[in-house]
């Protein structure tokens, strides 16, 4: 059983920044990749960033580069996400994922990652 936990969500001005943790446990990934993505009200979910075990490879969606950062501890067996420079379009409900593999892209933006937690919700107001 994998369990995959969010937190770290809430209400921010725009400009400002919040930062997203996510804690897995009961089965560790020796080789696969974390990810966040999000849903935004009446939207289909989307991909945002992704990062290979080592951490030696980040992926990031277009409309986020150069705002949020991707970082992993794998002693703790946690995926943080830095979001900074935080626009309305950003309010959505942030999902982690988890992968069994790494590199594997465009599989995660099209289809998703094989393990998911239950979301926190991060609402920017203008």
């Known amino acids: 059983q994998v369990q995959l936990v969010e937190s770290g969500g809430g209400l921010v001005q725009a400009g400002g920044s919040l930062r997203l943790s996510c804690a897995s446990s009961g089965r560790t990934f020796s080789s696969g990749a974390m990810g966040w993505f999000r849903q935004a009200p009446g939207k289909e979910r989307e991909f945002v960033v992704a990062?290979?075990?080592?951490?030696?490879?980040?992926y990031y969606a277009e409309s986020v580069k150069g705002r949020f950062t991707v970082s992993r501890d794998n002693a703790k067996n946690t995926v943080y996400l830095q979001m900074n420079s935080l626009k309305p379009e950003d309010t959505a409900v942030y999902y982690c994922?988890?992968?069994?593999?790494?590199?594997?892209?465009?599989?995660?933006?099209?289809?998703?990652?094989?393990?998911w937690g239950k979301g926190t919700l991060v609402t920017v107001s203008s």
């Open positions: 990062i290979t075990y080592s951490g030696a490879r980040t």
């Open positions: 994922a988890a992968d069994l593999y790494s590199g594997d892209y465009s599989r995660w933006v099209r289809y998703g990652m094989h393990f």
